[in-house]
């Protein structure tokens, strides 16, 4: 879908380019608010998404004359719902799905997706805001994986999220690497909290592992304490009933989950 039928007559670039802005070098503390109060300008879009995807520029609404030549407040990543192409296993409103994965990383306190909003009042729409990464986008799951075994925690920490989460389309390139801090972040988290269990990740290299310590902890506590009215909100009741479950499954294995279906992989992998 290009921005012409969604009515992007004021994207200000066919193809977005955000080497072109001064990109914030990390993810600050109050990005939530940045994203939640900031004014939005819509830049153009990302290529080779799927979805109508976005890149808008996010601009302090108490300095409005920094937003004609300074740096933006922040930039990030716009899903409208308008821009989505109909799934027959996901009902419309992926962008809700967006937000409550950013909630359930926060609650479960494995918290690996940039800071996510809604927005009712965004230029196309509703829909969702998430704080762009600084990424080295040469980078992703499949080259890291191999040579960094400093990330390995933070890839379980991802690949239990994608169990929580019910991701069923973690590709290679959905894991950014931030270039300031060396955080990496799970991106692209539309197509999670189906009821039924369906993970598709590229995650496997832990098949079969006890979970560590942490992570067990983090799971059983989340399984006991159940989700909260924010991420309930923007789910249907059997898919908060279904994260519950999982928790629910994997604090009693207490271990990675296998794929014996040879199912469990997205298309593309990257």
Not at 18 to 34: C, G, I, K
Not at 234 to 244: F, P, S
Request: proline fraction near 7%.
């Amino acid at each position: 879908m290009s921005a012409h039928e969604l009515g992007a007559d004021r994207v200000r670039r066919d193809d977005a380019e955000p080497d072109a802005l001064a990109v914030p070098a990390t993810v600050p503390p109050d990005a939530l608010h940045r994203l939640a109060a900031g004014t939005i300008e819509l830049v153009g879009r990302m290529p080779h998404a799927s979805n109508g995807t976005f890149l808008v520029r996010i601009d302090d609404p108490a300095e409005p004359e920094r937003a004609d030549d300074g740096d933006p407040w922040g930039l990030a990543i716009y899903k409208p719902e308008r821009g989505e192409r109909p799934l027959w296993d996901f009902e419309p409103g992926l962008y809700r799905r967006e937000a409550a994965a950013y909630r359930l990383g926060v609650a479960a306190g494995i918290d690996v997706v940039p800071p996510t909003v809604v927005r009712s009042d965004a230029p196309l729409g509703e829909g969702s805001l998430q704080w762009f990464v600084n990424a080295d986008f040469s980078e992703h799951y499949f080259s890291l994986v191999e040579s960094r075994a400093d990330l390995v925690d933070q890839f379980m920490d991802i690949a239990v999220f994608d169990v929580l989460a019910n991701n069923t389309d973690r590709k290679s390139g959905h894991c950014l690497l931030e270039a300031a801090t060396d955080r990496v972040w799970a991106i692209d988290n539309g197509l999670c909290f189906s009821a039924e269990f369906k993970l598709r990740t590229v995650i496997w290299e832990f098949a079969g592992d006890p979970l560590p310590a942490r992570l067990e902890t983090l799971v059983r506590q989340l399984a006991e304490r159940g989700v909260g009215d924010d991420i309930a909100e923007l789910l249907a009741a059997d898919e908060v009933a279904a994260i519950v479950r999982r928790a629910e499954r994997l604090a009693a294995r207490g271990a990675f989950p296998v794929d014996r279906s040879g199912r469990g992989y997205p298309w593309p992998l990257v």
